[in-house]
T-cell receptor
Framework: NAGVTQTPKFRILKIGQSMTLQCTQD?????MYWYRQDPGMGLKLIYY???????DKGEVPNGYNVSRSTTEDFPLRLELAAPSQTSVYFC?????????????????FGPGTRLLVL | DAKTTQPPSMDCAEGRAANLPCNHS???????VYWYRQIHSQGPQYIIHGLKNNETNEMASLIITEDRKSSTLILPHATLRDTAVYYCIVRVPYSGGGADGLTFGKGTHLIIQP
């Protein structure tokens, strides 16, 4: 298993440009998440999905969009990049159920995408 | 989610056991204790979780006090690669409806000294 993969690893955008951050998982997890982490800070949830075709907003969704057409893929779209979106973006997926309720919260993270908006 | 308190930093000698404490005095009966770590420039990594019994896996052991108000993560033989920020998270697992994200506090920066 490759786990959770993210592309690109690093990107520089100009203000107003758009881009899509890709996220793929091969663990057949139903739940997927997008977080952002600003320097020296904890992770903040942007969007999440509980299954194909179902997405919902997290704590900081403004300026982003997501889609979930398949179980494996959960792309994050930035339409009009702004300097405030400079951050490291992490995608994660979680086990739906395996041997106990507590396992539903075992989240597996990708390596992250570093985004710089100038 | 219950609030957690962790020391901001700790040192440990390579090869020794690293014991990372977490205080969660307001934990409720259905909240689990989860530990994650984040090595510099990488995504967070799940380590272990538990409800009330002590747990052990290939990475670490989790000791939860009988009153569940605190816990300790134990890395039995720390190596330089264990240098990371360790996060203790207390929450009720997702059980239906909308899922929400994990809340990472400031964690403990564990530095393994050679």
């Amino acid at each position: 298993n490759a786990g959770v993969t993210q592309t690109p690893k690093f990107r520089i955008l100009k203000i107003g440009q758009s881009m899509t951050l890709q996220c793929t998982q091969d663990m057949n997890h139903n739940y997927m998440y997008w977080y952002r982490q600003d320097p020296g800070m904890g992770l903040k949830l942007i969007y999440y999905s509980v299954g194909a075709g179902i997405t919902d907003k997290g704590e900081v969704p403004n300026g982003y969009n997501v889609s979930r057409s398949t179980t494996e893929d959960f792309p994050l779209r930035l339409e009009l990049a702004a300097p405030s979106q400079t951050s490291v973006y992490f995608c994660a997926s979680s086990l739906t159920s395996s041997g106990g309720l507590g396992n539903r919260e075992t989240q597996y993270f990708g390596p992250g995408t570093r985004l710089l908006v100038l | 989610d219950a609030k957690t308190t962790q020391p901001p930093s700790m040192d440990c000698a390579e090869g020794r056991a690293a014991n990372l404490p977490c205080n969660h005095s307001t934990i409720s009966g259905n909240e689990y204790v989860y530990w994650y770590r984040q090595i510099h420039s990488q995504g967070p990594q799940y380590i272990i979780h538990g409800l009330k019994n002590n747990e052990t896996n290939e990475m670490a052991s989790l000791i939860i006090t009988e009153d569940r108000k605190s816990s300790t993560l134990i890395l039995p033989h720390a190596t330089l690669r264990d240098t990371a920020v360790y996060y203790c998270i207390v929450r009720v697992p997702y059980s239906g409806g909308g899922a929400d994200g994990l809340t990472f506090g400031k964690g403990t920066h564990l530095i393994i000294q050679p």
